[in-house]
């Protein structure tokens, strides 16, 4: 969520796959990785979902860095089968060439070879198609992966990172709350978040509406959004009040001053709060 006048590290999300384009497969990933990016007070500006095409895929990559976003994270195409290409997508993106992580490739060697002594495989062999896996754009560096075998990779741009993870959803949260999540918690700026929430009787939201347009332009780095219950004859309303900053303090005045403007608002409309709590 964007907060006017305040400062937060930028995210993109590009989704890898055609059969998520296709409707085979309900990309949860996204969802799962903007939960936990908004929680540690990132903003998450844009979600592209591409097919598994180096084209596409490098023009995704391409358009984010033009952006100036902090971070872009890419969920898919990392496996060893012949349509996995999101690595030489950000490959041809970065203006790299795909060599040998020899580090990677320890990864998927220890992976294989427990693999085979646990007899889920017949042979920990290094095929072309498993080496496949740890041809990593020329600089990026593997993020290790305790379920699958296709590692994670982290890469740089200028002030551009780049972190491609797995499809497959425990290897993605595996990969990011093991490898990735300690990373963005030194990297993210911290924004401090505090919530109110009102439940307004009797007032329309249509004539809400331009007095809430109001509040937002008078306080800085707060976010007001109302929530109809009922149609507008009945008119109960959840108002949501969130106000953040990079300093606790900051945040709780900001919220405090919002709340008492809306609850100025509502008395001059006659409306009742016929209830108040905290955010969760």
């Given at each position: 969520m964007r907060y006017p006048g305040l400062r937060q590290t930028t995210f993109e999300i590009i989704t890898i796959g055609y059969e998520i384009l296709d409707g085979r497969t309900l990309d949860t990933n996204s969802k799962w990785l903007a939960e936990r990016i908004t929680g540690l007070g990132g903003l998450i500006r844009r979600m592209t979902t591409v097919g598994d095409d180096v084209?596409?895929?490098?023009?995704a990559i391409r358009e984010a860095i033009r952006r100036k976003t902090d971070w872009i994270i890419t969920s898919g195409g990392l496996g060893p089968t012949y349509d996995d290409k999101t690595l030489q997508g950000v490959a041809k993106a970065l203006g790299r060439r795909l060599v040998l992580n020899r580090r990677a490739l320890g990864m998927i060697e220890e992976r294989y070879r427990a693999l085979a002594e646990s007899g889920v495989i017949d042979s920990p062999e290094l095929t072309p198609h498993r080496i496949k896996m740890a041809m990593l754009p020329r600089g990026a560096k593997p993020l290790r992966n305790d379920v699958g075998t296709a590692p994670g990779v982290l890469a740089r741009h200028g002030k551009t990172m780049i972190a491609c993870l797995p499809g497959v959803?425990?290897?993605?949260?595996?990969?990011?709350?093991?490898?990735?999540?300690p990373i963005l918690r030194k990297k993210v700026r911290k924004v401090y978040r505090v919530e109110r929430w009102f439940t307004v009787l009797k007032v329309p939201e249509s004539t809400l509406a331009p007095r809430i347009d109001e509040i937002m332009r008078r306080v800085p780095g707060i976010y007001l959004k109302s929530h109809p219950k009922s149609a507008e004859g009945v008119s109960r309303i959840e108002v949501q009040v969130i106000a953040a900053a990079n300093r606790r303090g900051v945040a709780e005045r900001r919220l405090e001053k919002a709340v008492a403007l809306v609850k100025k608002v509502i008395r001059s409309l006659e409306g009742i709060i016929s209830e108040e709590r905290a955010g969760e």
């Open positions: 084209d596409e895929i490098s023009s959803p425990r290897e993605l949260y595996s990969i990011y709350e093991k490898e990735l999540e």
